[in-house]
């Protein structure tokens, strides 16, 4: 079962534009994590957000979390040719020991 | 610094072969885990381990073993590969979040 489901499932801008992308997850959690996968990569992860925060910075990312409406959004402002990858929401569970993953969004950026 | 280091990077077996999936960390956490990662479905947990000498069932754990060999190292094995079992294998280590990965294993059964 997935615990975080992100949403567009695909999305292709210019490069100089923002994307968001956005996440919704079903239980409570502890936190919030965002990663990226480059084709043929591991994931690398972004930036976490404890379910205590709303707003949290990295560079050209910014992500928010909502838990009463058990979602998040990842901004990357200003995209480059760079930012085409898959960006997971993930989640944590039970213990800390099972974080949850979410189905991807693939974003293209083009140049 | 490796960081995770996962061999081999590519594996094609036939039907009912066995295989061992091999993962080391340098990081020196305790804890480890393995996904698969198949299109469109994210990354599910096939086995984690919590500390040395612990082992547990994640998600999807049917058709698979794992040994935790010492801190460094976590393998997974495929007893009798079946054409299910044809997708991304990733290792990841990390104490709490967030979790560092390899770069997989990309495995086909035939």
């Known amino acids: 079962s997935q615990q975080g489901e992100e949403d567009p499932q695909a999305l292709s801008i210019q490069e100089g534009e923002n994307a968001t992308m956005n996440c919704s997850y079903k239980t409570s959690i502890n936190n919030l994590q965002w990663y990226r996968q480059n084709s043929g990569r591991g994931l690398v992860h972004l930036i976490l957000?404890?379910?205590?925060?709303r707003e949290k910075h990295s560079g050209r990312l910014r992500v928010t979390l909502d838990t009463s409406k058990k979602s998040s959004s990842l901004l990357i402002t200003a995209s480059r040719a760079a930012d085409t990858a898959s960006y997971f929401c993930?989640?944590?569970?039970?213990?800390?020991?099972?974080?949850?993953f979410g189905a991807g969004t693939r974003l293209f950026v083009k140049a | 610094n490796a960081g995770v280091t996962q061999t081999p990077k590519f594996q094609v077996l036939k039907t009912g072969q066995s295989m061992t999936l091999q993962c080391a960390q340098d990081?020196?956490?305790?804890?480890m885990y393995w996904y698969r990662q198949d299109p469109g479905m994210g990354l599910r947990l096939i086995y984690y381990?919590?500390?040395?000498?612990?082992?547990d069932k994640g998600e999807v754990p049917n058709g698979y073993n794992v040994s935790r060999l010492n801190k460094r190292e976590f393998s997974l094995r495929l007893e009798s590969a079946a054409p299910s079992q044809t997708s991304v294998y990733f290792c990841a280590t990390g104490t709490g979040q967030p979790q560092h990965f390899g770069d997989g294993t990309r495995l086909s059964i035939l």
């Open positions: 990081m020196n956490h305790n804890s």
């Open positions: 957000i404890r379910s205590n925060e």
């Open positions: 993930a989640t944590d569970s039970s213990g800390g020991f099972k974080t949850i």
């Open positions: 381990s919590a500390s040395e000498g612990t082992t």
